[in-house]
């Protein structure tokens, strides 16, 4: 069986969270790896490819970030809605079965001793631009992508293509309250064909 897992190119690692998601942010340090879904992140640059996301100082993974200097970004499916709220609403410091009762499987990839998720439809592997005041003073991270993946099954040649994809494979955005939407139907400018 082919895997579906294929490198994005770095100049288009900012499309696979241009459209909003819910994300995972997955870390490990010194033994120990955690994952929490996060709603606020976002790409904030091309060259290289930056993104920004939020992490409360009550987290674990935000400390796993701190201590490591690295993180991924995955953007989790339809499928993983139990999984991504369960990571979402639990704490590794309450419950240290929390990544086994929520389901999450960790694998690594090639070169990048970080725990992805698996399952997702994308992965961005991240390291850490200090930023002291923005991360102390608004919980705001930024990241460098130092490498990109997706399922090709749902996003290939650079763009999503959930419309040719199931149901399952739809991204998540949550609102509150345990309430997500997936993403919708795709809608295409029409070409001016006037010249």
């Keep these: 069986m082919n895997d579906p897992i294929a490198p994005v190119d770095l100049a288009k690692a900012y499309r696979l969270l241009n459209h909003g998601p819910t994300v995972l942010v997955s870390a490990g340090h010194d033994g120990v790896e955690n994952v929490m879904a996060a709603a606020w992140s976002c790409a904030l640059d091309f060259s290289p490819p930056k993104l920004t996301v939020v992490l409360d100082k009550v987290a674990k993974t935000r400390q796993l970030v701190e201590q490591s200097g690295t993180f991924v970004i995955q953007v989790p499916t339809a499928a993983q809605l139990q999984l991504t709220h369960e990571v979402g609403t639990r704490t590794l410091l309450e419950d ?26 994308a992965w961005l592997a991240c390291r850490l631009i200090p930023e002291t005041h923005n991360q102390q003073t608004y919980d705001l991270f930024i990241g460098e992508v130092v490498g990109a993946w997706s399922d090709t099954r749902v996003f290939h040649d650079g763009h999503w293509d959930f419309e040719h994809a199931g149901p399952e494979w739809r991204s998540l955005h949550y609102i509150a309250g345990g309430h997500f939407y997936a993403i919708g139907d795709a809608l295409i400018v029409p070409s001016d064909e006037k010249g």
């Design 96 to 121: 240290p079965a929390k990544l086994e009762r929520a389901g999450v499987e960790l694998f690594r990839m090639e070169g990048y001793d970080l725990p992805f998720v698996a399952g997702c439809a």
